[in-house]
């Protein structure tokens, strides 16, 4: 089971946050006095976030038996520990705006990403799968977002911001956080680490990267701060950078919603994936309507990643991905790009516990983990922890796809082979 999610503005703000950063946590009543107090808040000097490049491989089949490999670099950054709680705080106000607001709109429905819904991805994208099975004949349109968070134009966002919470413009205090957001300044990780002859072990072992001084004097000074100068762009991983994106969408969210359910389609959209299933229509109206309504938010569409699936009897001619799930009309899979992934993270993971620490008391480290990898990489997941296989399982489970059960059969020889190669 996961963690119940805070219900009150406060207990967003006081959550734990287990990494290391520029300060320490926040005790509970200084928590309360800052985020609490408008003035503090509008006060408050924030630290640079700390940016980690997370390196994720990308695989695409272009024949048989032929997969072309890509590396996508996405750049994590982590709020300092009281910038986080105060993003917490003005982020469970403004979802409580953007949920009454979504409701006078009827898009309770049509957005579902980073919201409190009670379904996983699964769930949605099988809701969207039987929806094309009582709709033939019918098109599925699967649009694509190009740098979606690092395209949300400022003065945009401001005025949405505004909008949302029945202002012409925004609070001293919420200005602070916009402009915190906007403005952003970052360190990369690395470079902080060398610049204070620190390993990346004993990053698990202090409570802050540095103090005061040496952050004026190594990481200011030294200028590894790197600030965000254009007029577009805010940082993904923040505690308030999902609610904003979503509010930013308020206007073509409600403009898709009226043009496709117009035409007795279903629109769907989770963060920068859009999702139009109309009935057998002509589809280049609404392509361009996503494309223009996109612009108008100075969004850019990603033409080449752009699918469209024709649903008529048997299988579609072109398959559907979506949410990590591939359905060509007659079974759901997974998307090959996900298995190769995992097959990818189960080398390394074999290969990291190799060439760490060979024996310990004359037994091979490998020999003594080979608990540990069953449970990252077969089916043998304890029952409150995670794995692919977890999901996995609930994915076969909830769409019925034999396909599903099917897929990953040659793991166990694979996992098998490389731990006693």
């Given at each position: 089971m996961g963690k119940e999610p805070p219900k009150s503005a406060l207990e967003a703000a006081r959550l734990t946050r287990g990494y290391v950063h520029f300060d320490t946590p926040l005790s509970h009543n200084d928590c309360k006095l800052l985020v609490s107090d408008p003035v503090a808040v509008t006060r408050h000097a924030f630290y640079p976030f700390i940016r980690h490049d997370v390196v994720r491989n990308k695989f695409k089949r272009?024949?048989?038996?032929?997969?072309?490999?890509s590396k996508k670099i996405r750049d994590i950054r982590y709020a300092a520990h009281a910038d986080a709680?105060?993003?917490?705080?003005?982020?469970?106000?403004?979802?409580?705006?953007?949920?009454?607001?979504?409701?006078a709109l009827g898009?309770?429905?049509?957005?579902i990403a980073f919201r409190a819904l009670g379904k996983s991805n699964v769930d949605f994208a099988q809701e969207a799968f039987e929806w094309i099975d009582t709709h033939r004949p019918c098109f599925a349109l699967g649009f694509d977002v190009k740098d979606f968070f690092g395209s949300l134009d400022h003065r945009l966002l401001r005025s949405q911001w505004a909008d949302l919470i029945d202002t012409t413009s925004l609070p001293d205090d919420h200005y602070a956080v916009f402009k915190s957001l906007t403005r952003h300044a970052s360190v990369e990780l690395i470079a902080a680490r060398k610049a204070?002859?620190?390993?990346?072990?004993?990053?698990?072992?202090?409570d802050r990267i540095c103090g005061p001084v040496e952050?004026?004097?190594?990481?200011?000074?030294?200028?590894?701060?790197?600030?965000?100068?254009?007029?577009?762009?805010?940082?993904?991983?923040?505690?308030?950078?999902?609610?904003?994106?979503?509010?930013?969408?308020i206007p073509f969210d409600t403009k898709l919603k009226a043009a496709v359910e117009g035409l007795g389609g279903l629109y769907r959209r989770y963060c920068d994936d859009i999702l139009v299933i109309v009935p057998d229509t002509d589809v280049v109206p609404i392509y361009q309507l996503v494309k223009a309504e996109l612009a108008a938010l100075k969004l850019d569409m990603q033409d080449a990643k752009t699918v469209k699936s024709h649903f008529e009897a048997g299988k579609a001619d072109v398959p559907l991905p979506?949410?990590?799930?591939?359905?060509?009309?007659?079974?759901?899979?997974?998307r090959a790009s996900g298995i190769a992934r995992f097959y990818v993270k189960m080398r390394r993971g074999v290969a990291q516990l190799r060439h760490a620490k060979r024996k310990d008391g004359g037994v091979a480290l490998i020999v003594q983990r080979r608990r540990r990898l069953l449970n990252r990489y077969s089916e043998h997941t304890p029952r409150d922890g995670r794995s692919y296989f977890k999901y996995v399982k609930m994915a076969a489970r909830k769409t019925n796809s034999t396909a599903i059960k099917h897929q990953l059969r040659a793991h166990r020889r694979r996992l098998k082979s490389l731990i006693e190669d």
């Open positions: 272009i024949g048989p038996g032929q997969v072309k490999r709680a105060i993003y917490a705080y003005y982020n469970f106000t403004l979802m409580e705006h953007y949920e009454q607001r979504l409701k898009l309770q429905a049509n957005v204070l002859n620190l390993s990346r072990s004993i990053l698990k072992r202090i952050f004026r004097t190594v990481i200011r000074d030294g200028g590894l701060i790197e600030t965000n100068r254009r007029a577009c762009g805010i940082p993904q991983g923040s505690p308030i950078s999902a609610a904003l994106s979503n509010i930013y969408m979506y949410l990590g799930l591939t359905y060509d009309g007659a079974q759901v899979s997974l």
